[in-house]
């Protein structure tokens, strides 16, 4: 492939504005740093004090965080001091570094309880740890430190506006737990551990007495005893399968209308033969 003179030449030239371009771009940015690094070394606490809340205004929380956390160490216990912490705490939110945020909001509201802005800090800690909550297949410390944080906020400042929106977080949080709860059930019962599979599922009827999914959960452990008595030695057998019928009886009682309850028949008829089997009637 051959290239004529002029294409050669336009490579050239191109290749030269880039590289200028490079370099100006490097050093601007290295006296941007050395500006920066020049105000962090500046001795005037008010001057810094100033610089840390105009970065911080015009959204360069990186830069307000540097001077905030420099502050912090210098500025005694004083109005000036509340301002600082409170707006360090916040550059952490605001840039999404939600396990600092927690921590330092937290300890904002902790340090100052009674100023202004220690509700703000206190629901904002909550959040945090709502934003660290993954999806419902994973662990879910960061959901229950998520519900323990509101609900403190919520028993803190009862009369504040936030308290609705902190009640559906925490139904919603709550219902990310249950559904956890509920995989974790259901994968005892597909791995066989019928025992555990029980024990689960009548857990989450205490953790969870409201459930709109109380129907399956009651089903479930209906299920479950039902395959863990027929996997028993024969002479548990007896004692397990009057357990099936007693969670029968339950789970009629509970649900008379259910479209399962056809299926829970059948496990109580089959306990039934089985009893009458195993007792010789």
């Known amino acids: 492939m051959h290239f004529s003179c002029r294409n050669i030449i336009f490579a050239v030239m191109l290749a030269r ?10 050093t601007f940015l290295s006296c941007k740093r050395e500006n920066f690094e020049k105000i962090r070394m500046n001795s005037g606490i008010d001057f810094r004090y100033d610089k840390a809340f105009e970065y911080y205004n015009k959204g360069d929380f990186q830069k307000a965080q540097y001077l ?4 912090m160490g210098i500025i005694k216990l004083s109005e000036k ?24 909001l937290k300890q904002f509201y902790n340090t100052f309880p009674n100023s202004p802005l220690a509700e703000e800090a206190l629901f904002l800690s909550a959040e945090s740890f709502e934003k660290l ?46 559904e956890k709860e509920m995989e974790n059930a259901k994968g005892y019962f597909r791995r066989m551990d019928y025992q555990a599979a029980t024990h689960c599922f009548k857990n989450m009827l205490v953790e969870f007495p409201d459930s709109k999914n109380a129907e399956e959960i009651r089903f479930m452990i209906l299920k479950s005893n039902f395959f863990y008595a027929k996997q028993s030695i024969l002479n ?31 496990y109580n008829e089959i306990s ?10």
């Open 133 to 178: 909550a993954p999806s419902f297949r994973l662990t879910q410390d960061d959901s229950e430190k998520a519900i323990e944080g509101y609900q403190l906020f919520v028993n803190t400042y009862p009369g504040s506006q936030r308290v609705s929106i902190s009640n559906e977080k925490i139904d919603k949080l709550r219902k990310k737990l249950e």
């Open 272 to 281: 039934n033969q089985r009893i009458k089997f195993l007792t010789n009637e």
């Open 17 to 26: 504005n880039l590289i200028l371009l490079a370099i100006t771009v490097a």
């Open 68 to 71: 905030f956390e420099d502050l």
């Open 81 to 104: 001091a509340e301002r600082v912490y409170y707006h360090y705490a916040q550059t952490h939110f605001k840039l999404k570094n939600y396990i600092s945020s927690s921590y330092y």
């Open 236 to 266: 548990k057998q007896t004692e397990r399968f009057n357990i099936v019928k007693n969670e029968f009886e339950q789970f009629k009682r509970k649900h008379p209308e259910s479209q399962m309850l056809k299926e829970a028949e059948s």
